[in-house]
């Protein structure tokens, strides 16, 4: 009968294998009590009744093929995985022993002990499989998770590439490799690994999900919307494909359409609390944002939405309430606290800005974009030495970060430069660099040689204004190690005021640095005089294109009606990005025209912008570009701040620290620029009349 049995064995495993269960169990069952095969046949039947989710029968009968075979390794071993599957650990644990002590060469039950162990005992085990069986799949797969999950992506991935090179088609592990790269920071074999991938499993929701997450990282929005779509016809249960299919439609500015996939999402997961943070967004609903409160209380999401809502009410009501209610919640967030540092900052209250700042850098200190609020409010309240060791943080947010230049020589790190090629390199855009450059005559006077990386429109002006210095033909930022010109030091222009206790302590004062191309600046003044015979000229601007703060620094065009009606002065635009049409415009509303055909382009010439500049007696415009190229040609500049200034206007002064020749003019209430202009036009026309130079 042994012979017979073992036929029958062998059949009802082919027969399980090719997907009939049914006509397996009927062959194992044939199997006589008294047969030497009888306790494997117990063991293939109970596999087969836990496959098909029966797990009490399939405990039953690996239970029976244990006491007829008790020194059966792989029935002790089945029998703990399913008690690991009905949350028996205690029992599971001792069966996966038992089946280890019997066949140690075994590697399944080695694996299935490390599934109920701890943390540092579960990668020992799954070691200790992977001696024992170098090239075992499960083995390698297991022990890349669980370093993976660790942050040891270097060794996960060996783990994976040793799957791999066993069985080269095995999903899993060109899956989680793709995913290990990925968090390594290096997208293009990622995407290499998720295709390689989706040849093994076509349709796949996760894998398609995976490369629109890498194509939504590199802003290509449409192509993320294509995978995020596809994942989700692959996977119409997979959550995450719904959700980030809609926050890629809200990139795409299809706030309307991306409704839809969110509440979609909501169906799979309907404990999703950022998808009902969205939706509350999206909807303008608080109904959304309380349903994530009541999902998780203690979870800041809901109230920062409750906040963010609350901006909408008059005088932005609630806001502040919302935003320390998600601070008592979660005190160990340090976005709550940075949130409303940043409140605080725009209600005008930088002291309290500084304070919920520090907090939350106390509970982060990596908080990169709290480290930068809390430095432009301590600069804002002129406690500089804190403000400019803050400062330094800048370049660690997310914006700052593609800005950062790299060499292999140290950063200045203030010694004495007597002698030292110093490597000084711009980063926060043309008025910053402008401003920063007022102290590099005083890095000349303390010896140092000087080479400057800065933007293209400006280096003319810094070669011909800064003669000693090198001004090298540079591209942008690469985020690899740059040449360094012969330098022996390097150091961003922001952190110059660091390096030199500016304003706390040290000896630097910011100096005028601008030389113009005198023979066009004369032409611009001696064209412009014989437009306005015996007038003076006055330069102006009255917008900001910038995206965030651009509208609390443009000033109408009717309210400068009474500046460009002040006798003697001929009002000529300097503003940027006006063609003839936006000036033709402005002199419409205002009552009066001004002289826009100087032929200057203020944005791409900034050699031409700084010879108009020189060739003016007084420029007059709110906070802008042209404010810093007035200040650095130490021209008179009267500049128009808006309430909550930029750091570097303070709060109270009408002078500037930086600029000589500039007198500020404070806006006191919100967006109201009346009492301003007013106090401009009476000013200027005292000015006129007192023949000041």
């Known amino acids: 009968m042994n012979r017979a049995s073992l036929r029958m064995l062998q059949e009802g495993i082919q027969c399980q294998r090719a997907g009939f269960p049914g006509r397996a169990a009927r062959l194992y069952r044939r199997i006589p009590p008294d047969d030497q095969h009888y306790a494997d046949a117990l063991n293939l039947l109970g596999m087969l009744s836990y496959e098909e989710g029966r ?103 060996g783990g994976f590439r040793r799957v791999l090179a066993a069985h080269p088609t095995a999903s899993a592990a060109l899956f989680s490799l793709g995913n290990a790269l990925r968090d390594l920071k290096r997208p293009g074999e990622a995407e290499r690994l998720y295709r390689r991938t989706l040849c093994l499993l076509p349709g796949s929701g996760n894998v398609q999900n995976n490369l629109g997450l890498l194509a939504f990282v590199r802003a290509d929005w449409a192509t993320a919307e294509a995978w995020f779509s596809a994942a989700s016809r692959g996977d119409p249960r997979l959550a995450a494909a719904w959700s980030n299919r809609a926050r890629t439609l809200q990139k795409l500015g299809r706030e309307s359409d991306a409704i839809r996939p969110y509440k979609r999402a909501l169906l799979t997961d309907p404990t999703d609390i950022a998808v009902c943070c969205e939706l509350a967004g999206l909807l303008e609903a608080k109904d959304w944002a309380r349903r994530a409160m009541a999902l998780d209380p203690v979870s800041p999401q809901p109230y920062s939405r409750m906040a963010l809502l609350a901006t909408k009410n008059e005088g932005r009501a609630g806001v502040l309430d919302w935003l320390h209610r998600g601070a008592v919640v ?40 709290a480290q930068l609020n809390t430095a432009l409010a301590l600069l804002a309240l002129e406690r500089f030495q804190e403000g400019w060791h803050a400062h330094t943080r800048r370049l660690e947010t997310s914006e700052g970060a593609g800005l950062r230049r790299f ?47 800065t933007e293209e429109r400006l280096r003319p002006i810094v070669r011909r204004s800064l003669p000693d210095a090198a001004v090298p033909d540079v591209g942008p930022p690469t985020g690899r190690t740059e040449d360094h010109h012969g330098a022996d030091l390097h150091l961003a222009l922001g952190d110059l005021p660091d390096r030199l206790h500016l304003f706390c302590g040290g000896e630097a004062i910011p100096e005028p640095w601008i030389v113009p191309d005198a023979d066009r600046a004369a032409a611009l003044r001696s064209s412009l005089q014989a437009r306005h015979p015996g007038k003076r000229l006055v330069g102006i601007t009255w917008r900001s294109i910038a995206p965030k703060t651009g509208g609390r620094r443009t000033i109408a065009p009717a309210l400068w009606r009474d500046v460009l009606a002040v006798p003697g002065a001929a009002v000529v635009s300097l503003q940027y990005g006006a063609g003839p049409e936006d000036i033709a415009a402005f002199g419409a509303e205002a009552g009066l ?71 500020v003019y404070r806006q006191e209430t919100d967006d109201d620029w009346s009492p301003v202009m007013a106090r401009v036009a009476a000013d200027l026309a005292s000015w006129i009349a007192q023949g000041a130079p």
């Open 55 to 157: 797990a009490d029968e399939a405990t039953e009968l690996l239970q029976r093929s244990i006491r007829a075979k008790p020194d059966a390794a792989t029935a002790w071993g089945n029998l703990g995985g399913v008690a690991h599957h009905l949350g028996r650990r205690p029992a599971a644990m001792a069966c996966h022993r038992r089946s280890i002590i019997l066949a140690p060469e075994q590697v399944d039950s080695v694996i299935g002990l490390s599934r109920l162990a701890s943390e540092t005992t579960r990668i020992a085990l799954l070691r200790w499989a992977v001696t024992v069986s170098p090239l075992d799949e499960t083995a390698n797969q297991e022990i890349g998770t669980e370093l993976a999950e660790g942050g040891d992506l270097p060794a996960a991935i």
């Open 330 to 369: 979660r005190p160990d967030d340090p976005d709550a606290w940075y949130n409303i540092g940043v409140e605080l900052g725009r209600a005008g209250d930088p002291q309290g800005a500084v304070t919920y700042g520090t907090y939350a850098t106390r509970v982060s200190d990596t908080h990169a974009r």
């Open 593 to 663: 025209p001004i002289d826009g055909s100087h032929g200057v382009d203020p944005v791409q010439d900034l050699d031409g912008l700084a010879a108009l500049v020189a060739a003016m007696d007084l420029v007059v415009c709110p906070a802008n570009n042209t404010v810093h190229f007035a200040g650095a040609l130490a021209k008179p500049c009267w500049t128009l701040v808006p309430t909550r200034p930029d750091w570097r206007w303070g709060l109270g002064r009408s002078d500037s620290l930086w600029y000589p020749r500039t007198i």
């Open 407 to 453: 060499f292999d020589i140290p950063e200045w790190d203030g010694d004495p430069i007597a002698g030292r090629h110093l490597l000084l390199w711009g980063e926060q855009g043309i008025g910053d660099e402008v401003q920063f450059l007022t102290l590099a005559p005083h890095l000349r006077r303390l010896g140092a040689r000087l080479t400057i990386i």
